[in-house]
């Protein structure tokens, strides 16, 4: 296809895709004359990843050039460069260097194996640690049953992961991560305020009457 052809087909402007060819985020097509190159569904499928990760993901187009060259790379694993594209998605803040002992132990409870230097381990660490100060540390068994939906959440979401291309892999990681994560907050509030109205239908707590 020509280059008027693949942007249509990504739904981007022709300036855009000419844009990610000089920056390197997209291998140039194959020459077919002095200024025409033709190109193929690889392309395509590259296009719908840079998009997402410039787009969705924030990325700055350099971040997003280092997880592409680990997607390129041949010696890398899905694993691997599902690794790569969580490192470079804007995370949980967390200031200074929260213990991270706690968050450890509490994966080796769950049996749950991840990177020493996960960034999520560190969120998770800082999450903790803002509990505490706040006077409000988690009651016995909360983490254990988040850790039990989360689990199964993550276990669904891996299963859904596209195993034919490593490209797409990633393009379906960086979607559902960030914009998923917040439908995942929304309908746990809406949960709240579901199961709040079941318990309180009078709007106040059980034994206040007469008060």
Same mark, same amino acid.
């Given at each position: 296809?020509?280059?008027?052809?693949?942007?249509?087909?990504?739904?981007?402007?022709?300036?855009?895709?000419? @844009? @990610?060819?000089?920056? &390197?985020? #997209?291998?140039?097509?194959?020459?077919?004359?002095?200024? $025409?190159? $033709?190109?193929?569904?690889?392309?395509?499928?590259?296009?719908? !990843? #840079?998009?997402?990760?410039?787009?969705? &993901?924030?990325?700055?187009? %350099?971040?997003?050039?280092?997880?592409?060259? %680990?997607?390129?790379?041949?010696?890398?694993?899905?694993?691997?460069?599902?690794?790569?594209?969580?490192?470079?998605?804007?995370?949980?803040?967390?200031?200074?260097?929260?213990? !991270?002992?706690?968050?450890?132990?509490?994966?080796? $409870?769950? &049996?749950?194996?991840?990177?020493?230097?996960?960034?999520?381990?560190?969120?998770? %660490?800082?999450?903790?640690?803002?509990?505490?100060?706040?006077?409000?540390?988690?009651?016995? &068994?909360?983490?254990?049953? @988040?850790?039990?939906?989360?689990?199964?959440?993550?276990?669904?979401?891996? +299963?859904?992961?596209?195993?034919?291309?490593?490209?797409?892999?990633?393009?379906?990681?960086?979607?559902?991560?960030?914009?998923?994560?917040? #439908?995942?907050? +929304?309908?746990?509030?809406?949960?709240?305020?579901?199961?709040?109205?079941?318990?309180?239908?009078?709007?106040?707590?059980?034994? +206040?009457?007469?008060?």
């Amino acid at each position: 296809m020509q280059i008027s052809e693949l942007a249509r087909r990504a739904g981007i402007p022709v300036a855009t895709v000419k @844009y @990610y060819l000089r920056e &390197g985020l #997209v291998p140039p097509g194959e020459l077919t004359g002095a200024t $025409r190159a $033709r190109y193929g569904e690889e392309h395509l499928a590259r296009l719908r !990843l #840079v998009r997402a990760l410039l787009g969705p &993901g924030r990325l700055s187009v %350099a971040t997003a050039r280092a997880v592409l060259a %680990a997607v390129d790379d041949p010696g890398t694993s899905v694993h691997e460069a599902l690794g790569a594209a969580h490192r470079a998605l804007p995370g949980v803040g967390v200031d200074g260097a929260p213990d !991270l002992d706690e968050a450890r132990a509490h994966l080796r $409870r769950w &049996g749950w194996r991840v990177a020493a230097d996960s960034p999520a381990l560190l969120a998770l %660490a800082g999450a903790l640690d803002a509990l505490r100060t706040a006077g409000s540390p988690p009651p016995d &068994g909360l983490l254990d049953r @988040y850790a039990a939906a989360a689990g199964r959440l993550g276990e669904q979401d891996v +299963a859904d992961i596209p195993a034919g291309s490593l490209v797409e892999a990633v393009r379906f990681v960086v979607v559902n991560t960030v914009l998923l994560e917040p #439908v995942l907050l +929304a309908l746990r509030r809406l949960a709240q305020e579901d199961a709040s109205r079941r318990r309180f239908p009078d709007g106040r707590p059980s034994g +206040a009457e007469g008060r």
